[in-house]
């Protein structure tokens, strides 16, 4: 009898263990709402049951001010964006900032590159400055991602840009955010990916895209392809299954296009059914 309740008890804690990643929203699914009324959104966010969002911009409002609307709706920003050139020559003023509004992470979304694709000699500056950035943001108690968006994905080598991204930079100063829309959009495979980096990636934007959306490699497609979680052609549910088992920290709602207002309590409701 012992042991089958011991059994049962383990069963338990492994289900939990793997339950670990948080849902939220990355705030700039709502940001045409957030010009017209910010605490109408902040409390739109709230209503919805969301508790945890990336960041980083007051849209306006004084940031004491957004902060103080955060807690009365009991929002926590876990993460917020940083711009490549802040990282390589601001990284105090980002601490700052990323401990102002209380978050763990600090997330690029962006690699400056002159054509349609990073080139290894821009991966490589890239390298430089992220581990840099990386390391003085982990004195700070910060972690640092990057956010890939598509061009990153040419041929090199044996693998692609990405992968050397990935390979050179040190896991103990920079980790990853994958978009699971633009590891699709070039042609890749969210899942695929997560498997062959396990733990690399700290962080997760879930998106899905309309079937039939043509791809690109430029990190550019139309916003009206975001549909609602779990009617496109990425497999949401099972990227939310690996990610679970890999602890990835927070997987975050991004719906950029005209309707998030309407897509986001939808969307929410899928993930929430996700075992």
């Known amino acids: ?8 008890l383990l069963v338990v804690v492994s289900s939990f263990a793997i339950s670990q990643s948080q849902f939220g929203i990355q705030l700039y699914s709502l940001r045409d709402q957030f010009k017209k009324d910010i605490p109408g959104t902040l409390a739109f966010i709230q209503k919805t049951g969301i508790r945890y969002v990336e960041g980083g911009d007051s ?8 902060r103080n ?3 009365k709706n009991k929002i926590s920003v876990v993460s917020i964006g940083a711009d490549y050139n802040e990282l390589d020559t601001s990284i105090a003023a980002v601490a700052e900032k990323a401990k102002a509004y209380g978050a763990k992470f600090v997330v690029c979304f962006w690699i400056p590159h002159k054509g349609e694709q990073l080139t290894k000699e821009e991966a490589d500056k ?3 400055v992220f581990n840099k950035a990386g390391k003085q943001l982990a004195a700070k108690g910060l972690k640092l991602c990057y956010h890939p968006h598509g061009f990153e994905f040419d041929k090199i080598g044996e693998g692609t840009v990405f992968d050397y991204l990935l390979k050179k930079s040190n896991p103990a100063y920079i980790n990853f955010e994958m978009d699971v829309f633009w590891i699709k959009q070039p042609g890749q495979d969210p899942v695929t990916l997560l498997k062959k980096y396990p733990g690399r990636f700290k962080l997760m934007h879930l998106k899905d895209r309309a ?3 043509p791809g690109s490699v430029n990190g550019q497609a139309d916003v009206e392809s975001n549909c609602t979680l779990g009617i496109g052609d ?6 939310v299954r690996i990610g679970r088992k890999q602890k990835v920290a927070y997987m975050f709602i991004e719906d ?3 309707r998030s207002v309407e897509q986001v309590p939808v969307s929410w409701a899928f993930l929430k059914s996700i075992r």
């Not at 849209?59 to 957004?66: A, I, L, Q, R, S």
């Not at 990425?234 to 990227?239: C, K, L, M, N, T």
């Open 234 to 239: 990425i497999d949401i549910a099972e990227i």
């Open 1 to 8: 009898m012992k042991k089958v309740t011991l059994i049962a």
């Open 59 to 66: 849209y306006g409002m004084p940031g004491p001010e957004f």
């Open 69 to 71: 609307l955060l807690a």
């Open 126 to 128: 890239a390298i430089l």
């Open 211 to 213: 079937k039939g959306t």
């Open 256 to 258: 950029e296009s005209s």
